[in-house]
């Protein structure tokens, strides 16, 4: 991907933004952490951690050369304040935000900013569409703006991050929720 980007882009990576995620299974979400396997964890880990940690390995390089670079990193609220489903989410969605704030120190000197997002309840087909009516309400209701996210509230947060007017803001979480979540 790196390679190919490089190419098209005359050797060049300003942006990255990590938004790789497992697919949400019941069996995942429903099973309480004393009863989940490694192999479990590991599997979503492997995407939302590992998945998030390579994509930056590999183009850390390209703008450390560069001297610039902005990397955002999508995690979620129970990464900041927990849950009681989805053990392995929140896992693997805290790691994230370990390499983002990592990131920022480390590689700050060379231009790079890295921030990260953390959406709410977003209603996306992946997982609004899996949801019954019943539980949709009850997720809005926790909700102060009484609405989930769309993906466009999360995008503009995303361009905000990676746009000039946030050329100050390094290692950061901008929790995207409603108000939910208050830190």
């Not at 599997?43 to 610039?68: I, N, S």
């Not at 009681?84 to 060379?110: F, V």
Request: hydrophobic share 40%; net charge positive.
């Amino acid at each position: 991907m790196v390679k190919r980007t490089l190419k098209e882009y005359r050797s060049q990576i300003h942006i990255l933004v990590n938004n790789a995620g497992f697919p949400i299974r019941d069996e995942l979400w429903e099973t309480p952490l004393h009863e989940i396997s490694d192999e479990a964890v590991e599997k979503v880990l492997a995407v939302d951690a590992l998945g998030t940690f390579r994509c930056c390995r590999e183009v850390l390089p390209v703008m450390m050369k560069q001297k610039y670079g902005v990397i955002v990193n999508i995690s979620s609220t129970p990464a900041i304040a927990g849950y009681d489903k989805g053990a392995p989410y929140t896992i693997a969605k805290s790691a994230i935000l370990g390499i983002t704030k990592h990131i920022a120190k480390e590689y700050g000197k060379y231009g790079i900013r890295c921030n990260a997002i953390a959406p709410g309840s977003i209603a996306t087909q992946r997982n609004w569409n899996r949801l019954s009516k019943a539980e949709r309400l009850d997720l809005v209701s926790d909700i102060p703006l009484g609405r989930p996210g769309q993906p466009e509230d999360i995008a503009g947060v995303a361009l905000m991050l990676v746009s000039n007017y946030s050329a100050f803001v390094n290692g950061q979480t901008v929790v995207v929720d409603g108000g939910e979540v208050t830190l």
